[in-house]
């Protein structure tokens, strides 16, 4: 998967996914993470809202992969 770089792409992929969040993962490119945070605050806040939280996540070379599981 190509990295996502936009942050109505990234929406649009949470929102259009079904399935449980263990088989979502995001390719976020790293020009999403911002200095003040605003591009991540939107894609958690989304995030959160479908009841899921951040597993873990692998850095990559211009893109690090997030994975989710659901909320306890």
Do not use: N
């Not at 399935?19 to 790293?30: A, H, Q, R, Y």
Request: glycine letters at 6%; aromatic letters at 12%.
């Amino acid at each position: 998967m190509y990295p996502v770089s936009t942050v109505q792409d990234v929406l649009a992929l949470i929102d259009d996914f079904h399935g449980p969040p263990e088989d979502f993962s995001l390719t976020i490119s790293e020009w999403l993470f911002d200095p003040a945070g605003v591009h991540m605050a939107l894609i958690t806040d989304r995030i959160l809202s479908r009841g899921w939280v951040p597993d873990s996540y692998e850095q990559c070379a211009g893109y690090r992969i997030s994975r989710y599981k659901r909320m306890v």
